[in-house]
């Protein structure tokens, strides 16, 4: 009978402090602050929560380095923790890569295992020096030719987005290509992956070689990895300009 606006049940909680949940999802979970979950538990009195995420791919510097660092403090004794074993999304060329950071990074995580083989191994390309952006139009049409309809993710160093974005000027998340940052990319996929300035992306934050392996995992099919000069350490298992 009220004749106001429609609001979603997000608007009516963003209104009412004193809003309550009976159950809360929390997705990327490892990103949130000890101050966020603070909030998160004020507005769930039953404590109910599923919580869904990955330590290996935090990147806020406030995130998440334990689970029982975050959750204890409000539920000690009275959460569990289930294991995801199975990676059917990655191919297995793809994670080793990505098992190489992290195993260089955060030893303590254990990569998941995938259960399929890729397309195609992975690669990285080295750029002439001051030619790193300009190079990309040619490894962006070889991978969209190579998936046919897929889509192709261009995952950058935060230095270099602006000047990655000025390439593909239509690039979005609707678009054939698209251009993000990692903390951008964080829980997206793409048949190809692009990952631009490795090294840049290793040194943007305190927490680089995690969002290194974020990059390096969010390809379905294909990954190449762009890079002047050195080609970090932790990607030997790439051959320079050829497959892996």
Do not use: C
Not at 59 to 81: C, K, Q, T
Not at 191 to 203: K, M, N, Q, R, T
Request: charged residues 25%; glycine residues 8%; hydrophobic residues 45%.
């Amino acid at each position: 009978a009220d004749p106001g606006a429609e609001l979603t049940t997000a608007d009516r909680a963003a209104a009412d402090r004193g809003w309550a949940y009976g159950h809360v999802i929390v997705d990327e979970a490892q990103e949130l602050s000890p101050m966020a979950w603070r909030m998160v538990m004020r507005r769930v009195p039953a404590k109910s929560l599923t919580v869904v995420g990955d330590i290996a791919q935090t990147g806020s510097a406030a995130g998440a380095r334990s689970w029982g660092e975050m959750l204890d403090p409000y539920l000690r004794g009275r959460w569990r923790m289930e294991h995801l074993r199975v990676n059917y999304r990655t191919p297995v060329e793809i994670m080793d890569v990505a098992a190489d950071v992290l195993r260089a990074f955060d030893p303590g995580q254990e990569p998941p295992e995938s259960v399929r083989s890729g397309e195609s191994a992975p690669r990285a390309v080295r750029v002439p020096a001051g030619r790193l952006v300009e190079g990309l139009a040619e490894l962006v049409a070889e991978e969209r030719a190579a998936i046919g309809e897929g889509r192709v993710g261009v995952v950058t160093s935060d230095a270099l987005r602006e000047r990655v974005a000025r390439s593909f000027p239509a690039a979005d998340l609707d678009a054939p290509v698209a251009v993000l940052t990692v903390t951008q990319a964080k829980g997206l996929e793409f048949d190809a992956v692009v990952v631009v300035d490795p090294a840049g992306i290793l040194e943007q934050s305190p927490m680089g070689g995690r969002d290194l392996y974020v990059a390096v995992t969010r390809a379905t099919r294909r990954l190449t990895v762009a890079y002047e000069g050195e080609l970090p350490a932790v990607l030997s298992r790439l051959a320079d300009g050829s497959p892996a």
